[in-house]
């Protein structure tokens, strides 16, 4: 039997836990986020021969004027839907198809959120601003002079660019001139990559942890991303992959047959050309030097002869030449 799946509107969907305190503000917990991030959710709830249900979420932006909207390929005949929605409808199926199903170890649809708002984030072009290289954040931590949250942020901001960047690009960060750390080769940095990211993580929630109740939501999330952090690259990495078609490869077939249909190159040197172009522009003087000389037709079937072996236009030659 087929999974039967209720979509609730938005209004229903803030009952449990979720309340809309503004247009432009959504809190889910403790989790609160303006309307540049998810300003809304759809609650979808399946059930399968009378077994629990289970409550997947998906994002509504209520600020239209700041998302950016997407349509699928033809055909399709609903109209634009933000780009938010369209990262959570496939990093929901890259999750059922990953080794890391949504609720798999624990309850996080709100990791979910928090990812897909990342992800549209990114490809709208609006990343972070203090990223470093490398393990430059373990090791070269920022000063305890500076705030506290704005310590976390630093933290957040590397861990959320090195789990976008490692499941979309398998490269810790975007800062380094070389995919791999000195030293290091494509295992251990990819390790050290992982390791890194998941400690940001952590560190930003020793910051803010039991501090302030209005962060409460994220610090849970941070804390859920830094226990398992390689899995949720993994599942960013599922949807890169089979969603999104990032690092796909051409088999010898499929190389062949673009090859087969590709236009043809002329491959001459331009040191190859050189002595017929010469010659053509010889011919083309004497038939103006001389324009009823007898020998002209010839001519003029060679100048048309040279053109074509040089892709030039003989006529527009002629009408040059006077």
Known sequence: MQPVVQMQAPEAAFGQGATRHTPNVLSLGNLQTTCLDISGIYSATASVNHEPRRVITMPNAL???ATTPYRSLFPDWSPARPMEFFMMENLLEARRDSQFPTNFQRPDEDVNIYVAHLLAAFFKGQHGRNISMGATPVLNPPSKSILRRN?????RQNADHRLIMLGLFDRGDHERKTPLLFGSNHQQTRETDISVGANCYKMAVNLLENRNSATGGLVDVWGKLSEDFGQYVQVISTMAVQKLGLGAQLNTGDLISLLKDAPSIDSTSPREKAPQMDHL?????????????PQNQQKRAKVIDLAHKLNLDPEKLFRQAG
């Open 281 to 293: 522009l010889d011919l083309l003087l004497e038939i103006r030097q001389k324009p009823h000389a």
């Open 151 to 155: 310590r976390a942020e630093y933290y």
């Open 63 to 65: 600020c239209q004027g």
